[in-house]
């Protein structure tokens, strides 16, 4: 089974709030294929975003197992878990968290340029590249507050893209977006995933983005289980945040 | 990075400006303080310290090249029993030699000047030495000469004079008569020219010069003359010329404490302001150090950033405190009138002061980037 790029078993986070527990993931279980486009769906405050930690190699499970590449990560330390992300990860995140001062082009070189094993030159050349290919070419020298919301996650895109990663993890990356513009982004991601082959896994409340035949993984209860959008239709869940 | 970490800075200049202010502080004092120091002491050692006898000047004179004494003072003098002869000074202090020079650390173009009256001069040293050194080719001074100069071997050997060469001092042009061995001493030259014209370089009025050289009928008696000159001569100071250096190297040492207390104050000032500064920008910026731990900066790159950062500070602390340093010598110079130079092992001290002291002040700023929790830092729901 080497073409599984990452897979969770009886995964377990638990945070403390003061005197309580708050179980936000109790044994999920998820396997994602390399190149696939998979969507994980689920009311606010089920564990979405904590999965995607988990699963992005930013924070370590209260128990259960996470293995990318068929490597155990949930029981590295901080610095390998550094490593996991910067060869292996690319995040991208609803607010963009682009860094404000740094044109679009160092922000998408960002994750690689503590890296000595790519030379500036090369870096500088991969980052053009990627931003041509989200249709910034354009856009280059421009800083984030220069850029359009939209323009914006394409950067990001981009930049989970410098380090040429495994899986890409996005958490509701048009949650900001008006539909017109998150439907573009969700089209250069579904080019990515299709010319690249690269691995996405999305967050979404937006149900409109997914497509009849996409893999859905809907949390709830702490724990995952497969779906498709038809089922989520005759659910009742709309393309609406739902408050719990 | 160090490209990132300028970004860094650049992105709330007043508050790196702020931080900058005790680090400049710091620097320009050290260099400052240092230079004027060194340089008095050197100029102290080199003029009065070298002739034995007793130094006149005006009562209570801040600085002895700004002493202005009345030439009759002179004959007043001559008349106290026990004084074999008078000898005046004027202090030329020249900054271009042959239109060269004048700039911020030459000690090079910097030299002693002295305007003797020849004949005075020879009473005083018995015919013998002017400057109480030996003469290696051509003559003294004599009556009757006006631009001519004595020079010493080492301005001599600098500028490539012999007996007969012309030299330029500041605006002024002299024929060499005669060159002696050199003196010794920090300040490598010095040269010696008639009063009169010397006076005219100097801004004196005709009747003045800048100080007295006394020396009495018996070495022993010194201290009594001197004594004897104040209490009879009106609106002078006379000391033996030992005791003058001596009270210099006094006030020298109380400028030397100050030295490093004013250091200490500004390495503590300083190290606050980075500190403060590092923090403030540190935990403004929590979000984006969020976003480079989750896209892959290990905790040391993180470290590495904020280090660059204030390293960057104490590097530019370093440039203009050592400028604005440069620029209170060059205002000492002007108003004491007598050379100083800022030594390269000065500016070495003060740019490891200030590099050292912005890194510290960034120590606890990085530590603390680096251990932030990306997710937490992201804020993300
Ligand atoms: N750092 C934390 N400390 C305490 N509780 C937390 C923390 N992070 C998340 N939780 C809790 O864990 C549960 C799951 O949170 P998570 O952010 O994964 O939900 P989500 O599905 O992403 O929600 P949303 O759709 O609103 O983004 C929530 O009840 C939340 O309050
Ligand atoms: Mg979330």
């Not at chain 1, 149900?207 to 993984?217: L, M, P, R």
């Not at chain 2, 030259?189 to 020396?215: W, Y």
């Amino acid at each position: 089974m080497n073409d599984v790029v990452i897979e969770a078993k009886n995964l377990k986070k638990y945070y403390k709030m003061g005197e309580t527990i708050v179980k936000a993931l109790r044994g999920a279980n998820i396997k994602i294929k390399k190149g696939s486009f998979v969507f994980i769906v689920g009311p606010s405050g089920s564990g979405k975003s904590t999965l995607m930690h988990l699963l992005g190699a930013l924070d370590h499970p209260t128990g259960g197992s996470v293995k990318m590449d068929g490597k155990e990560i949930s029981k590295m330390d901080d610095w390998e878990l550094s490593m996991i992300r910067r060869n292996k990860v690319g995040f991208i995140f609803q607010t963009f968290n682009l860094v404000p001062s740094l044109t679009a082009l160092d922000n998408v070189k960002l994750p690689l340029l503590t890296d000595k094993r790519i030379s500036d030159e090369e870096l500088t050349a991969r980052a053009i590249k990627l931003l041509k290919v989200v249709g910034l070419g354009h856009r280059i020298y421009h800083t984030p507050n220069e850029l359009s919301g939209g323009e914006r996650q394409r950067v990001a895109i981009a930049r989970a893209l410098i380090n040429n990663p495994e899986i890409i993890l996005a958490d509701e990356p048009t949650g900001e977006l008006d539909s017109k513009t998150g439907a573009e982004i969700f089209e250069l991601m579904r080019k990515m995933n299709k010319e690249e082959g690269k691995t996405f896994i999305i967050v979404t409340h937006d149900t409109e983005y997914i497509k009849h035949n996409d893999t859905v993984y809907h949390i709830k209860d702490g724990v995952i289980k497969e779906t498709s959008k038809r089922e989520l239709e005759k659910n009742g869940m709309k393309g609406k945040k739902e408050i719990t | 990075m160090l490209r990132i970490a300028m970004k860094n800075l650049m992105r709330n200049k007043s508050r790196s400006i702020l931080a900058l202010v005790g680090l400049v502080l710091g620097v320009t004092t050290i260099i400052a303080l240092i230079s004027i120091t060194v340089g008095i002491d050197n100029y102290v050692t080199n003029t009065v310290s070298k002739i034995k006898g007793i130094i006149v000047y005006e009562k209570d004179v801040s600085f002895l090249p700004l002493s202005r004494i009345d030439e009759q003072t002179i004959e007043k003098i001559e008349k106290i029993d026990g004084v074999r002869d008078v000898a005046p000074r004027v202090f030329v202090t020249v900054m271009r030699i042959d239109d060269k020079g004048g700039g911020i650390s030459g000690f090079k173009e910097m030299i002693r000047v002295y305007g003797i009256d020849p004949i005075r001069e020879s009473k005083t040293r018995k015919g013998q030495h002017p400057l109480g050194s030996e003469l290696l080719r051509g003559r003294w001074l004599a009556l009757g000469d006006k631009y001519a100069v004595i020079l010493d071997e080492n301005i001599a050997d600098d500028y490539k004079k012999t007996v007969g060469s012309k030299i330029k001092l500041n605006d002024y042009t002299f024929k060499v008569v005669g060159i002696t061995k050199e003196m010794g001493g920090m300040i490598p030259g010095s040269a010696t020219i008639p009063l009169d014209i010397a006076r005219e370089m100097a801004g004196i009025k005709q009747n003045e010069v800048t100080a007295l050289l006394v020396e009495p009928d018996h070495p022993e008696e010194t201290e009594r003359i001197a004594d004897l000159i104040e209490m009879q001569i009106d609106g002078v100071d006379a000391k033996p010329t030992e005791e003058y250096a001596k009270q210099i190297a006094t006030v020298l040492n109380y400028i030397d404490a100050l030295f490093w207390i004013v250091s200490s104050i500004a390495v503590f000032v300083a190290g606050i302001g980075i500190l403060n500064t590092m923090l403030m920008s540190v935990l403004e910026r929590t979000k984006e150090f969020g976003v480079l731990k989750a896209v892959g900066w290990t905790e040391e790159d993180i470290i590495v950033l904020v280090l660059s950062e204030s390293f960057l500070l104490g590097v530019i602390g370093a440039i203009i405190g050592t400028l604005s340093g440069a620029i209170v010598v060059e205002i000492a110079k002007h108003y004491l009138g007598i050379p100083m130079a800022i030594s390269t092992n000065l500016v070495i001290y003060a740019w490891c002061f200030s590099i050292i002291v912005g890194v510290l002040g960034g120590i606890y700023p990085a530590w603390r980037a680096s251990k932030l929790d990306p997710i937490e830092a992201i804020g993300v729901g």
